[in-house]
């Protein structure tokens, strides 16, 4: 008796695990610590072995049948779940179809209108505010001559910091010069070389000038940094007079594009009524795949929360079968346990 006794609480305590593993929802209908109390008092009084094989076959053809009724329940579930998926995927695909044909013309129809609004809009500014439209281009030269003027003060500066260095160049050549002095323009020369962005061509003449640093006698040195840096300055005024000739021509080019402007005043006049006719077809067509998109926007959007939250649904039902079936599962493996443990007792007792 004490084996059984032992038998049934280890089983009891395996079952409590495997439930707190599997949570079970079996509404309370049924038991197993109550069927080993059953099936204890029933070795206690000397039941048949038959009786106490009933109940622990009762008990299985309960849990059996819970399965069956489980599997049923899962089986409408996984229907109802794949008919929902379904569904909402194709209703998904479709709002995606919708999107893709609504998205398609109003990206033609917004290139369209970008185009028409543009001619229309300059045809306007020309016939209804010519003169704001000029002030505007005016403004836009007025800061690039302020940049070319800015350009003309960092070339200016360049340049008298070259010739200041070539003046210490030819002070140096008679040794008359100080360190202080060569440390003045070298930072002379570096603010000129950022400036400018002429780092490669003021890099050997700035050397020569850092080498002459360590070689004050050297009147050879001198006279060579003399050279480079009226290589320098040529090349700084060449840089000068090609930024020149750029600004020359954005100027040309400025007033080529003004006077093409105003004469297509006269030929954009006769268009206009035919480009604002246009302009509202197009705004039409824009306006009502708007709508559209907005409309399949919410229906896939809508519909993708419903697939995922159906993924989601169905995927717990699945974690739910699984683990209440494995539950039975156990349930099973140790009243199959408890009745050869009930057999061998009653081997024992014969």
């Not at 008990?59 to 049948?65: G, M, W």
Request: aromatic fraction near 4%.
């Amino acid at each position: 008796m004490k084996v059984t006794i032992t038998l049934l609480v280890i089983l009891a305590i395996a079952n409590a695990s495997m439930v707190q593993k599997f949570p079970l929802k079996y509404g309370g209908k049924r038991s197993l610590m109550n069927i080993m109390v059953e099936v204890e008092n029933k070795i206690k009084s000397h039941s048949p072995l038959d009786t106490i094989k009933g109940v622990l076959d009762n008990f299985k053809s309960a849990v059996t049948e819970e399965q069956g009724t489980h599997d049923a329940v899962y089986a409408a579930q996984q229907a109802e779940c794949q008919s929902e998926i379904a569904y909402r995927r194709a209703e998904v695909d479709d709002a995606k179809g919708t999107l893709k044909i609504a998205n398609e013309i109003l990206k033609t129809s917004n290139i369209l209108l970008k185009k028409t609004e543009a001619t229309l809009g300059e045809t306007e500014n020309i016939l209804n505010s010519v003169s704001l439209h000029i002030d505007l281009i005016n403004d836009v030269r007025k800061e690039d001559t302020q940049s070319y003027n800015r350009g003309a003060v960092i070339f200016n500066d360049a340049i008298n910091a070259i010739d200041d260095a070539i003046d210490l160049g030819t002070t140096l050549v008679k040794g008359e010069a100080s360190l202080i002095q060569v440390a003045e323009i070298t930072t002379k020369l570096m603010l000129a070389s950022i400036s400018t962005k002429m780092n490669k061509a003021f890099k050997i003449p700035l050397a020569a000038l850092a080498s002459i640093k360590n070689e004050e006698n050297d009147a050879g040195a001198a006279e060579r940094l003399v050279q480079l840096l009226q290589s320098l300055r040529g090349n700084v005024e060449d840089a000068w007079t090609s930024y020149t000739a750029e600004n020359t021509n954005a100027i040309a080019l400025f007033i080529q594009q003004k006077d093409l402007y105003l004469a297509t005043q006269e030929r954009l006049e006769s268009s206009k009524q035919q480009l604002v006719s246009k302009s509202e077809n197009i705004h039409g067509v824009i306006t009502v795949q708007t709508a559209v998109v907005q409309a399949a926007t919410g229906k896939k959007q809508r519909n993708q929360i419903l697939w995922d939250d159906a993924e989601d649904l169905c995927h717990s039902f699945d974690v739910e079968y699984e683990a209440v079936t494995e539950g039975r599962r156990q349930e099973l493996i140790l009243v199959q346990e408890l009745e050869r443990a009930v057999e061998r007792r009653a081997a024992e007792q014969q």
